[in-house]
């Protein structure tokens, strides 16, 4: 198993310009979520997925879009980049929410938006 | 709202001595989880705590739950270099959520 995995591992934006970050796992999880991590302020939810079709906001939605079209891939999409969102983004996965399970991480994409 | 407060931020460790990371947290949860970051990668799940009076043992690592203080502990028995990362408590909140702390980092030195 690969696990879950993200591309790309490290991208430069100038303000406005869009983009899909990619995850995709191989274990069949239904539960997806993605965080950011910034200095001082460990890791925060931004969206999450239960499954396929079904998406929900997290602690810090604004800024980005997320859709769940199959069970192994849930794409993070930023509309309109701003220095703001310069972060590291990891996804994570599990059979279940956190409250059950294990959440397992990929190796992250670091960004940075000028 | 749940919170969730490490302390200390920052520990400087000399090797062969004994350390504590301490996770508060503010509301009743069922689950916490400890992780490990090594600098620039991903997080590393060490353990997963599930009841009042839990302890789980790794190694030089040493976790604990007591859920009615609403504290989780970490122990550090003898440091040694590799143990440098940064380590971060998650607490699930009712709705399945993890809140993360905002990290420890731990830096062994001889």
């Known amino acids: 198993n690969a696990g879950v995995t993200q591309t790309p591992k490290f991208q430069v934006l100038k303000t406005g310009q869009s983009m899909t970050l990619q995850c995709a796992q191989d274990m069949n999880h239904e539960y997806m979520s993605w965080y950011r991590q910034d200095p001082g302020m460990g890791l925060r939810l931004i969206h999450y997925s239960v499954g396929a079709g079904i998406t929900d906001q997290g602690e810090v939605p604004n800024g980005y879009n997320v859709s769940r079209s199959t069970t192994e891939d849930f794409p993070l999409r930023l509309l309109s980049a701003a220095p703001s969102q310069t972060s590291v983004y990891f996804c994570?996965?599990?059979?279940?929410?956190?409250?059950?399970?294990?959440?397992?991480f990929g190796p992250g994409t670091r960004l940075t938006v000028l | 709202e749940l919170k969730v407060e490490q302390n200390p931020l920052f520990l400087s460790m000399q090797e062969g001595k004994n350390y504590t990371i301490y996770c508060n947290y503010s509301?009743?949860?069922?689950?916490l989880y400890w992780y490990r970051q090594d600098p620039g990668k991903s997080l590393e799940s060490l353990f997963v705590l599930l009841s009042n009076g839990a302890v789980k043992q790794e190694g030089r690592l040493m976790a604990s739950l007591d859920t009615k203080a609403r504290l989780s502990t970490l122990h550090i028995t003898a440091a040694v270099h590799d143990l440098s990362a940064t380590y971060f408590c998650a607490v699930a909140d009712s709705w399945g959520k993890l809140q993360f702390g905002a990290g420890t980092q731990v830096v062994v030195t001889p």
């Open positions: 509301t009743t949860s069922d689950r």
């Open positions: 994570a996965s599990s059979y279940s929410r956190p409250i059950t399970d294990t959440q397992y």
